[in-house]
């Protein structure tokens, strides 16, 4: 029985939808081959300090990058250690003496966590400090006496990284720049 034209293309159809689908894995390896290599390409070794917003750093063009190391953060406010704040700035102003005791504590408990290597023996403990580019010098001078003092001597201090055409043009503008 000869069947027309409608009737063959029915039958065409429903013999499509009675075949299991076929799944592509071509391009589903293709995506995820592009996708490991963009991510390899994208992984840096990217070293970022723990950020806080009350604290501006100043700008560098250093090349060196930090190492890992108990951060001293200081801001207008307050001298904060492993996200403790120790003391205020304006009580640490007021006193007369160099060593910050608050500070010399604290240093001093972080030491006894971590036994000393060898290279530690030699160029004391290491140690960053984060402070706002508009703390007065004579507190940031006090501070890295205290550490000093505490056999925290290997001493950083953490800077903003810029390219080295802008830091021309933040001195020209009057601003300020660190350079290692």
């Known amino acids: 029985m000869k069947q027309n ?3 063959r293309r029915m ?10 689908s076929k799944l592509n894995l071509v391009s589903l390896m293709d995506i995820f081959t592009i996708l490991v290599f963009f ?29 890992t190391t108990l951060v001293v953060m200081l801001n207008q406010s307050d001298i904060v250690v492993s996200g403790r704040s120790l003391v205020s700035v304006a009580d640490v102003l007021k006193r007369d003496d160099n060593d910050i005791k608050e500070l010399t504590d604290e240093l001093t408990y972080q030491a006894s966590r971590r036994p000393l290597t060898e290279l530690e023996r030699r160029k004391g403990r290491a140690v960053t400090i984060m402070g706002d580019e508009s703390i007065p010098y004579a507190l940031l001078k006090r501070i890295m006496t205290t550490c000093a003092a505490a056999d925290y001597r290997d001493i950083s201090l953490a800077v ?6 802008e830091t021309e043009t933040a001195q020209q503008e009057g601003g300020l720049a660190w350079q290692q």
């Open 5 to 7: 034209l409608r009737a």
């Open 11 to 20: 039958a065409r159809h429903h013999r499509r939808l009675k075949q299991t």
């Open 39 to 67: 991510l390899l390409v994208n992984s840096s070794d990217v070293e970022v300090l723990q950020s806080n917003k009350s604290i501006k750093l100043p700008e560098s063009v250093a090349e060196k990058k930090p190492d």
């Open 160 to 165: 903003t990284r810029v390219a080295p055409g």
